[in-house]
């Protein structure tokens, strides 16, 4: 798109943006750097060009303006010689800390967590998508309300709805977005209604969900074990809607759904909001795991995955961690003159170390380039046949083995 909506009101063509962010004790270089890459990645996302990166060590946020005042001085002098449309901070900021830095900076500031309210607001495609984004915003928005809704009292009736005798604005601003709040939150009711009938109409089937950081693969492996097309990106939160199809691997039938990527500091509202579009993960079966082993913090990101499935009580569920991208993984550590028997080992060593780790339940593929997903289907198949024969023992009859099948009927 030529022109990305970043905020209200504001139409943006290519605006370009500096990157603020305090560096906690103990954040190492090579941390910061990949915080500041994934920003960076965001900002790119919501089509927002970066210039520069401001950092500070601080052992936490200044109460007032977020870093120190010498280093917002660096900041406004460096974005009034550049012409800065955007300063986008690493945080989710208080409204005093937005006010303070906007009256000092004469910028618009955005925090992390409205920058990816926007990416899903810009993303969203479904009914439920949209009311679960537009939900997290006003929850978002409520507290930093400044003569912000004026733009909702059409929605009210047009002119002379606006307060009543000495009512300030912002107390009128405030009861419209709280009642749209209530509408939105029972239309997702009804929508979660609607959802849950549906997914007792499945009947008896055992249900697997993708699971995983933003950006590792989740929709690409979905193409390749459903064999049907799902819209799949080398963006951010490409997809924000879940997807369920029904495979049958052999003999076996399931039920296989991709959900919303992951994030670190994934703002609240959207975890609340989003719940219901995660009730395929909270109801699944089993998880595929999926990580980009290629990526430098991929022990982080598998981190965040974990706790986010722990708030969701997913934590005791069966997983299987799904290594993607081997490909790039190699490309990042080998070149042409590492000796293949260094290789081997070095692959090998790497398997071992996350085959222990993981009690036997992962393996390492490349869904872009279909390596192992023959092994992978393989050992979905043998856990969702183990589920169905103990939970429906009177469906055995499904399944049969065709590699057995073949041996019988004087296969190879």
């Given at each position: 798109m030529a022109?990305?909506?970043?905020?209200?009101?504001?139409?943006?063509?290519?605006?370009?943006?500096?990157?603020?962010?305090?560096?906690?004790?103990?954040?190492?270089?090579?941390?910061?750097?990949?915080?500041?890459?994934?920003?960076?990645?965001?900002?790119?996302?919501a089509g927002v060009q970066t210039l520069k990166r401001f950092t500070q060590k601080m052992s936490h946020p200044d109460n007032k303006s977020y870093v120190g005042k010498g280093k917002l001085e660096e900041v406004k002098t460096y974005v009034e010689a550049k012409g800065v449309d955007l300063i986008i901070i690493d945080d989710e900021i208080s409204p005093s800390q937005q006010r303070n830095i906007e009256a000092i900076l004469k910028k618009k500031v955005l925090d992390r967590s409205m920058l990816i309210l926007e990416i899903f607001s810009d993303r969203a495609q479904t009914v439920q998508a949209k009311t679960q984004v537009e939900l997290a915003r006003l929850q978002y928005m409520l507290p930093r309300l400044k003569g912000m809704w004026t733009?909702?009292?059409?929605?009210?009736?047009?002119?002379?709805?606006?307060?009543?005798?000495?009512?300030?604005?912002?107390?009128?601003?405030?009861?419209?977005?709280?009642?749209?709040?209530?509408?939105?939150?029972?239309?997702?009711?009804?929508?979660?209604?609607?959802?849950?009938?549906?997914?007792?109409?499945?009947?008896?089937?055992?249900?697997?969900?993708?699971?995983?950081?933003?950006?590792?693969?989740?929709?690409?492996?979905?193409?390749?074990?459903?064999?049907?097309?799902?819209?799949?990106?080398?963006?951010?939160?490409?997809?924000?809607?879940?997807?369920?199809?029904?495979?049958t691997f052999e003999t076996v039938p399931f039920l296989l759904s991709d959900t919303v990527g992951f994030i670190r500091k994934l703002p609240t509202h959207l975890i609340e909001s989003f719940k219901s579009t995660l009730d395929e993960a909270i109801e699944a079966d089993i998880l595929l795991h999926v990580v980009d082993i290629s990526h430098p913090a991929f022990n982080d990101q598998m981190n965040v995955v974990n706790t986010i499935l722990q708030e969701l009580n997913c934590g005791d569920k069966p997983v299987i961690v799904v290594f993607n991208k081997m490909d790039l993984y190699e490309q990042k550590n080998f070149d042409e003159f590492t000796p293949l028997e260094v290789k081997k080992n070095i692959l090998q060593d790497l398997r071992d170390?996350?085959?222990?780790?993981?009690?036997?339940?992962?393996?390492?593929?490349?869904?872009?380039?279909?390596?192992?997903?023959?092994?992978?289907?393989?050992?979905?198949?043998?856990?969702?046949?183990?589920?169905?024969?103990?939970?429906?023992?009177?469906?055995?009859?499904?399944?049969?083995?065709?590699?057995?099948?073949?041996t019988e009927e004087g296969g190879e």
């Amino acid at each position: 798109m030529a022109e990305k909506k970043i905020h209200d009101n504001l139409n943006f063509k290519q605006e370009t943006a500096v990157l603020v962010a305090v560096v906690p004790t103990g954040q190492s270089d090579e941390q910061t750097t990949e915080y500041l890459d994934e920003l960076e990645f965001l900002s790119l996302t919501a089509g927002v060009q970066t210039l520069k990166r401001f950092t500070q060590k601080m052992s936490h946020p200044d109460n007032k303006s977020y870093v120190g005042k010498g280093k917002l001085e660096e900041v406004k002098t460096y974005v009034e010689a550049k012409g800065v449309d955007l300063i986008i901070i690493d945080d989710e900021i208080s409204p005093s800390q937005q006010r303070n830095i906007e009256a000092i900076l004469k910028k618009k500031v955005l925090d992390r967590s409205m920058l990816i309210l926007e990416i899903f607001s810009d993303r969203a495609q479904t009914v439920q998508a949209k009311t679960q984004v537009e939900l997290a915003r006003l929850q978002y928005m409520l507290p930093r309300l400044k003569g912000m809704w004026t733009h909702l009292e059409r929605q009210r009736g047009g002119t002379g709805t606006r307060g009543g005798s000495g009512e300030k604005e912002i107390e009128t601003d405030r009861r419209m977005a709280e009642k749209k709040i209530t509408s939105l939150k029972d239309k997702l009711k009804e929508i979660d209604k609607q959802n849950e009938v549906r997914r007792k109409n499945r009947g008896e089937m055992i249900r697997v969900a993708l699971v995983g950081y933003t950006n590792v693969g989740k929709s690409t492996l979905m193409n390749l074990l459903a064999k049907e097309q799902v819209f799949a990106e080398n963006k951010l939160f490409a997809t924000l809607d879940t997807t369920v199809r029904k495979v049958t691997f052999e003999t076996v039938p399931f039920l296989l759904s991709d959900t919303v990527g992951f994030i670190r500091k994934l703002p609240t509202h959207l975890i609340e909001s989003f719940k219901s579009t995660l009730d395929e993960a909270i109801e699944a079966d089993i998880l595929l795991h999926v990580v980009d082993i290629s990526h430098p913090a991929f022990n982080d990101q598998m981190n965040v995955v974990n706790t986010i499935l722990q708030e969701l009580n997913c934590g005791d569920k069966p997983v299987i961690v799904v290594f993607n991208k081997m490909d790039l993984y190699e490309q990042k550590n080998f070149d042409e003159f590492t000796p293949l028997e260094v290789k081997k080992n070095i692959l090998q060593d790497l398997r071992d170390s996350w085959m222990a780790r993981t009690h036997d339940n992962c393996i390492f593929i490349s869904a872009a380039h279909n390596r192992n997903t023959a092994e992978l289907r393989h050992l979905l198949f043998e856990k969702v046949k183990k589920l169905y024969l103990e939970r429906y023992p009177f469906k055995a009859g499904w399944f049969v083995d065709y590699r057995d099948q073949l041996t019988e009927e004087g296969g190879e």
